[in-house]
Antibody, heavy 116, light 112 residues
Framework: QVQLVQSGAEVKKPGASVKLSCKASGYTFTSYYMHWVRQAPGQGLEWMGMIYPNGGSTSYAQKLQGRVTMTRDTSTSTIYMELSSLRSEDTALYYC?????????WGQGTMVIVSS | DVVMTQTPLTLPVTLGQPASISCRSSQSLVHRDGNTYLSWLHQRPGQPPRLLIYKISNRFSGVPDRFSGSGAGTDFTLKISRVEAEDVGVYYCMQATQLTWTFGQGTRVEIK
């Protein structure tokens, strides 16, 4: 079955970087855009950016430009999201999502806590 | 960016009764390809969101037919014909028409 499995929780200090992974299975990895969406505790959903695994082209939310980098490894059907210069406001649950003209498959989420 | 505004933000409902959530976008969501990429998501506590409705009115696989979506242009509605206990949680509209994706603030559905 189609599945997105994300890496485990992270605790980081302010100013550090974090790199999350999301491994896809059950479908042709290079055929679908993939997105990252985050959700701060008790808050709504925020789109962070997208990557097209076939070629690696990316598009990022303006507010995260310069701090976020999305990459992929087609040999392992995995996408990555690296966020740098972490601040407390980056504490959130981070989801990877498949785009099939809608966000049809979601990963289980990875909690990132930024705290000194 | 396209701003998505949902109303109400909290919706107390009675089991077995209908419910309706509105979503308005700050600009038309009609894509240059003619489609309108307006979706509805449902998130239960402690779970990732799940897709309910895509392209305004298409129910995703496995979604009960008590859920329906409608609308056009900038005004969209999600309706639940008869609310069941499992329908509690937060509902989000989202747009994918412009090259940035945005979500509504979410509507919390709770049982009276």
């Amino acid at each position: 079955q189609v599945q997105l499995v994300q890496s485990g929780a992270e605790v980081k200090k302010p100013g550090a970087s974090v790199k999350l992974s999301c491994k896809a299975s059950g479908y042709t990895f290079t055929s679908y855009y993939m997105h990252w969406v985050r959700q701060a505790p008790g808050q709504g959903l925020e789109w962070m950016g997208m990557i097209y695994p076939n070629g690696g082209s990316t598009s990022y939310a303006q507010k995260l430009q310069g701090r976020v980098t999305m990459t992929r490894d087609t040999s392992t059907s995995t996408i990555y999201m690296e966020l740098s210069s972490l601040r407390s406001e980056d504490t959130a649950l981070y989801y990877c999502v498949r785009d099939n003209s809608a966000f049809d498959v979601w990963g289980q989420g990875t909690m990132v806590i930024v705290s000194s | 960016d396209v701003v998505m505004t949902q109303t109400p933000l909290t919706l107390p409902v009675t089991l077995g009764q209908p419910a309706s959530i509105s979503c308005r976008s700050s600009q038309s969501l009609v894509h240059r390809d003619g489609n309108t990429y307006l979706s509805w998501l449902h998130q239960r506590p402690g779970q990732p969101p799940r897709l309910l409705i895509y392209k305004i009115s298409n129910r995703f696989s496995g979604v009960p037919d008590r859920f329906s979506g409608s609308g056009a242009g900038t005004d969209f509605t999600l309706k639940i014909s008869r609310v069941e206990a499992e329908d509690v949680g937060v509902y989000y509209c989202m747009q994918a028409t412009q090259l940035t994706w945005t979500f509504g603030q979410g509507t919390r559905v709770e049982i009276k």
